[in-house]
């Protein structure tokens, strides 16, 4: 029987309860009003959980109601994500699947995809949301490549508790209170004292490792630079992602070097470099204006980047701060995933 086009323009959200399903909800509403999205449990099953500040029954996923939606968006648990994958493979690639926690990676069907720097292709019926730090750092060193080649760079990445979810931010706001109380620590998400601390790693016991987020976000950054490998190439970055105590928002302290020019450096010049990032998705801050902030970012969308600076040891390299809501430019890709596949269909 043929896949009767659904007549309303629905989508199917895992994980509606999560701090990315809500921002999710929250984009979708305001930027695809047409747009009706049905939430589900972060795993897919049948389960209690709140709408509007009132308790419902969240319905378990199933395969009618994923062949009755435009696309599914992934951003609940890997067991959720797995269910999504297998009931949206059997509409044979009829449904989209949008996959914003990167479960599904390592699925042969599956396509890197970073809305934040090109429109989404629509070859791929998996599609997989880049790190937001993977799209931020893609994004710059793209404009920057317009202002002189570069030679080499290094990033410092400091992660926002929210990116480890409700118990991040949890697990934050009581070691903070706690240490001020003399009390003892939660530590189930970090497994270490985050509160009034950095972290280059979590503790043995924490479910997910620093690691592996830094080497998500350096595989995400090597797919989306090799899709420049027609024009000039993209020196990968060195990266070091480090625990910040704070609730939301990443930070990221970029260093680049560029190819001297006949052999000896050209110094940088701050003011055409910070006109070389300028765009439509980054919006650069000049010396006169307040620096980018995690606070000031928040709930805005794209980058905010700044306090641009000449090396002091090396005339040919500088330093640049960038910031970013790392749930609104996920969300915000979604969206944008969103938004082509209704232009297409």
Known sequence: ?????????????????????RELQEVLQSREPEVSVKTYSAGGEGNFGEQEGEPVYLEPLNAQEVSSSLAVIVAGTPEGADKAY??????????????????????????????????????????????????????????????????????????????????????LHQQTTSLLAFKSLDKQVFDAQLSFNLLSQYGEEAPVQLSTV????????????????????????SLRLIQAPVFHGYSISLWIEFDPAGGAARSVNPQALGEALASAQIDVRSAGEE???????????????????????????????????????????????????????
């Open 1 to 21: 029987m043929a896949r009767q086009a659904p007549t309303t323009t629905q989508i199917a959200l895992l994980g509606g309860e999560t701090l990315l399903g």
């Open 86 to 171: 297998q009931l949206a493979k059997e509409t044979a690639g009829k449904v989209k699947l949008i996959d914003c926690t990167g479960y599904l990676e390592s699925r042969s069907e599956a396509k890197i995809v970073a809305p934040l720097m090109e429109e989404p292709k629509q070859s791929n019926w998996l599609l997989v949301i880049a790190h937001p730090v993977a799209s931020a750092l893609a994004l710059v060193l793209k404009r920057i490549t317009s202002y002189r080649r570069i030679a080499r760079a290094v990033v410092n990445v400091f992660e926002p508790a929210s990116e480890r979810g409700k118990r991040g931010i949890s697990e």
């Open 214 to 237: 830094e080497q998500r976000i350096e595989r995400h950054l090597s797919a989306l630079l090799k899709g420049f490998a027609n024009g000039e190439p993209i020196p990968a970055p």
């Open 291 to 345: 620096p980018p902030t995690g606070v000031g970012v928040a709930s805005q969308s794209g980058l905010m980047a700044g306090d641009i600076r000449v090396d002091r040891n090396n005339a040919g390299a500088a330093w640049v701060w960038v910031v970013l809501d790392n749930l609104r430019v996920t969300a915000d890709a979604a969206a944008d995933i969103i938004r082509s596949l209704g232009t297409n269909s």
